[in-house]
């Protein structure tokens, strides 16, 4: 399933929010730009994205497959719904059982009119400190799909709220915690509530990396670092999650490989080590995918 290489376990390769943020920044329809990134990406070792971008999220999935053909780089596509206000009217209205059908069925018998299989339940999510009906609902539904599949669960924690709780639900819930991804844990800037997520069991996605206007990046790598001292780096994948046009470098943002060009090096010189680096980028997301 994976490539050999680096993977970005949470990234949009086109996303649309832009109707309920009524911002077109939000509407990542950049294509020719986006293929030019990812081909930078591929020289950089990247081989598989974890596309995030699920239903009501402006999925598309033959765009992807466009991406994936003109760049060489393996896209894992994915099921389910993202959070409120973002779920879409008729997905609202279906009970558990029914929204756990839908993302069975785009695992096992793919998405309607293509060649291609969601291979990730996510990013399901909770509003900020607050976790609602529907959102619970998906959830339930993930963990239904994911004991049916045995395909990962990769959530979305808004500002890192409810890192914790997601992940004794999801495992309480018979979620098997080497394949559920708590995500956005590092805009906390919380050490110990990270590691309090990290004894779950479950893994966590330092996964906005170089959106320093909520966290800078120096802290992110103090706290890998402090994370490679106690051992617990096993647990932990790397990502940037652009979802903008401005975003990309044509406008001005840290693009796709800023992760490769500024963020990996600065953590070098700080003293990671490269066997740490290719545990986060290689070793842990095969584990994930079961590989």
Not at 45 to 60: L, P, Y
Not at 176 to 204: A, F, Q, R, Y
Not at 209 to 215: F, R, S, T
Not at 266 to 285: F, H, Q, T
């Amino acid at each position: 399933m994976l490539k050999e290489g680096y993977t970005l376990m949470h990234e949009h390769v086109t996303i649309d929010l832009s109707g309920v943020k009524n911002d077109q920044d939000c509407h990542l329809n950049c294509y020719e730009e986006t293929v030019k990134e990812f081909k930078k990406l591929y020289e950089y070792g990247v081989r598989n994205i974890v596309e995030v971008t699920n239903i009501g999220m402006g999925r598309d999935i033959a765009y992807i497959q466009n991406v994936e053909k003109e760049t060489g780089i393996n896209i894992l596509k994915s099921t389910g719904c993202y959070k409120e206000p973002f779920i879409p009217e008729n997905m609202l209205a279906l009970s558990t059982e029914e929204l756990a059908n839908v993302m069975i069925h785009e695992i096992d018998d793919g998405f309607d009119g293509f060649d291609a299989h969601a291979e990730m339940i996510g990013e399901v999510g909770t509003s900020k400190n607050e976790w609602k009906e529907s959102e619970r609902r998906l959830f339930d539904a993930s963990i239904i799909a994911h004991k049916k599949t045995g395909k990962p669960i990769y959530t979305h924690t808004t500002l890192s709220t409810l890192a914790l709780e997601q992940a004794e639900y999801l495992t309480a819930g018979g979620g098997k915690p080497e394949k559920v991804v708590i995500g956005h844990v590092d805009l906390s800037g919380d050490l110990d509530m990270i590691i309090s997520v990290l004894k779950t069991g479950v893994n966590v996605g330092f996964d906005t990396i170089g959106k320093n206007n909520y966290l800078p990046d120096e802290k992110r790598i103090e706290m890998l670092l402090a994370l490679e001292k106690l051992g617990l780096l096993g647990q932990v994948v790397l990502s940037e999650d652009l979802t903008r046009k401005t975003h990309l470098k044509y406008k001005g943002g840290i693009g796709y490989s800023y992760l490769f060009e500024t963020f990996l090096p600065n953590l070098r010189k700080a003293g990671m080590k490269e066997e740490s680096i290719d545990l986060m980028l290689k070793e842990n997301p095969a584990k994930i995918f079961g590989e």
